[in-house]
């Protein structure tokens, strides 16, 4: 696509910040919202979706010449299907407790359109090597996300962070953090952040 | 009597949108008309109808007999993409003026979150046919309410002055909190 190649460095950073995948391009908000009620669990969701995302990456980059244009949206969703089916079994195996918090919202990774976005509009069209860094950026900015906003969450909802009491008994917890609408207001305050900060031209 | 209350409980108090968190792309991306919204809403009722029959037919006849369960993400999402195709034919061939209402809404619909999350909590709470069937329905004829109700506050949002960094996204979640605090006044009312 672009006539002189974007430096790697800049592949990797752009989904940390400036194309962030919640913040800026509103993508993937389901299970931004739904499993942030505590840090454990966001980095969980995190670290699955990131998982998806690279293995998927990579497969497509490399059938990207095969797969005829016009079902490769039904090709890449059976693949991304297929990655998410590994990532659910494997927590249900070595994480039963975290899979049980994650509930439906782990096989949900398939129509996060994060994903499905990244093959659409990277993954096809870039080499394998080019594709690994674009998903890992992606994938940190999402973990980034939703561990913040999982731990203001945890922090005003139950007092703990990773499950560590960090407010002492003079706060009174505030339910209403942990329940969807505290999901709601947080990330609503969260991107209005990150837009007066991109005004002020922060620039990492 | 126990299917009314599992529609109600679909529809209202365990609503998909401000409580599962289902379906929250096309909650942002299409809630500024109330006549578009109207339509989407309708849209997505009608698939996940045949989606909660389709899918139920499949995992408890072909799935669970041959015992390949794990197949079960891949499946659905197929039968979910196929339907959608199959649906906007249909609806092309057999009513013009619904087709051209509904227009790009219909293929939007295979990446709706709540459509799949619905397959999946079928199979999870181990629905019957018929109560599959009618948890579809309440679920979609509760994606069109808080559609609705949404689009009808962002209507009225565009004519007051918002601080710029929470204009669009920002303020749409922050109502959708107070909309979700609102269907939280619900919860008492059926425990299911």
């Known amino acids: ?204 | 009597m126990n299917l009314l209350l599992l529609f109600i409980s679909a529809a209202i108090v365990n609503n998909f949108v401000l409580t599962y968190f289902l379906g929250i792309c096309p909650f942002v991306g299409v809630s500024k008309r109330v006549s578009s919204a109207v339509s989407m809403g309708l849209a997505v009722m009608f698939v996940m109808t045949i989606t909660a029959a389709v899918t139920w037919l499949i995992y408890h006849l072909l799935l669970v007999p041959y015992q390949i369960e794990i197949l079960e993400y891949v499946s659905f999402i197929l039968v979910i993409a196929s339907l959608v195709q199959l649906v906007e034919m249909f609806i092309k061939k057999v009513s013009k003026p619904l087709y051209d209402t509904l227009g790009i809404f219909l293929p939007l619909i295979t990446t709706n979150c709540a459509i799949l999350g619905l397959a999946l909590f079928s199979v999870l709470r181990e629905y019957s046919f018929i109560e599959s069937l009618v948890f579809g329905i309440g679920a979609g004829a509760g994606f069109t309410l808080a559609l609705v109700i949404m689009a009808g506050i962002r209507e009225e949002l565009e004519l007051s002055n918002i601080p710029k960094p929470f204009r669009g996204a920002g303020i749409t979640m922050i109502v959708a909190g107070s909309l979700a605090l609102a269907f939280m006044g619900f919860a008492g009312l059926i425990s299911m």
Not at chain 1, 80 to 99: C, G, M, N
Not at chain 1, 106 to 125: D, H, M, T, W, Y
């Open chain 1, 1 to 204: 696509m672009a006539k002189t190649p974007i430096p790697l460095r800049k592949e990797f950073l752009k989904g940390l910040w400036n194309d962030n995948p919640v913040l800026r391009m509103l993508l993937g908000l389901c299970p931004t919202l739904a499993v942030t009620n505590s840090a454990i669990n966001g980095l969980a969701m995190g670290l699955a979706t990131t998982f998806v995302l690279i293995s998927s990456s990579i497969l497509i980059s490399l059938l990207r010449k095969v797969i005829p244009h016009q079902v490769r949206i039904a090709g890449y969703i059976v693949i991304i299907a297929t990655f998410v089916t590994v990532a659910d079994k494997f927590l249900a195996a070595y994480l039963p407790e975290i899979s049980k918090a994650l509930g439906p919202y782990v096989p949900l990774i398939v129509v996060n359109c994060l994903i499905l976005g990244r093959q659409e509009a990277f993954s096809s069209k870039n080499g394998v090597g080019r594709s690994i860094i674009d998903a890992l950026g992606m994938g940190l900015g999402f973990i980034f996300v939703l561990v913040v906003l999982g731990s203001i969450r945890e922090i005003l909802g139950s007092t703990t962070l990773f499950n560590i009491q960090v407010l002492g008994d003079w706060f009174n917890p505030w339910m209403i953090m942990i329940l969807p609408p505290g999901a709601f207001l947080t990330l609503g305050l969260l991107i209005g952040l990150g837009n007066w900060l991109n005004e002020r031209k922060v620039k990492i």
